[in-house]
């Protein structure tokens, strides 16, 4: 008998605290699906359906924060999710904004309030083959003095960095980050050309290995493979066009503000 009661007492001390947990993260997993559904409608250019999804994310992001979702998101990161939100529902309105930057400020979204939601292998790692591989062909191009093809090759490695710069802002140190800028923006200075070859390679390398470490500070993602995918087989949608404007933007935000779902839709 007294253990019933001993057991009774237990349980109800248990369920209310699972029950808090439970709420906070089933209002953060909410949202993180709501990005989704998004990044869906976006990539199958519905917009007017992903306007509708953006709305309603914006209610319910309202109302975590009232419940106080600020036990599983910062507010900072409650912030910069506002701020997303804001530059994709203006993307999405827009009639005169392109398919391409759509799709990205979509893609973008999506990894965001996944580095959010995720403890590890977020979706944004997913990227590190094709961004690392890069600068095997950056250095290439370097070395047979192709400035043009060099340019090309610059600009869609940007494309995908930037395409993952804010979801970075979130799993890695401003430290780290800012590393990476000061690299980048040694390539983008029109002094670049000027250096010899060994210096070029040089400094490509020190990019090379900041970025590494960025990357294996997170489990490698092969269980969402999707959205690799998608990304590289829209070809045009992000390359060349979208490079250092949008990661000046997102590293300034990201300076400002400081700070899986399981199974992705096939």
Known sequence: MIRKVILCILLVLMFPADGLIAEE?????????LSDTVFQLTRQS????????????????KAAERDGTEDVMTGSEIRQVSLAHHDMLKSL????????????????FRMLMDAIESDHDPLWGSLKK????????LKADIQKEDNLTFREQWNHFLSLYDTIYPSLTIDISP???????NHIEVVEHRDFQQMTESSKLERLTLLEKDLEDVFNQVEEDDADPSLLWVILTTGSIILSTLT?????????????????????PK
């Open 25 to 33: 993260s089933s209002a953060l997993q909410e949202l993180t699906e």
């Open 46 to 61: 519905q917009y007017d359906e992903a306007v509708q999804i953006l709305h309603y994310f914006e209610e319910r992001l």
């Open 93 to 108: 309105e827009s009639e005169e904004t392109e398919k391409k930057v759509k799709f990205k400020a979509a893609a973008q």
């Open 130 to 137: 094709p961004i690392m591989d890069s600068f095997r062909s």
């Open 175 to 181: 430290k780290q980050l800012r590393s990476v800028s």
């Open 244 to 264: 250092y404007v949008g990661f000046r933007k997102y590293k300034a935000e990201g300076d400002r503000h400081k700070k899986r779902e399981k199974d992705w």
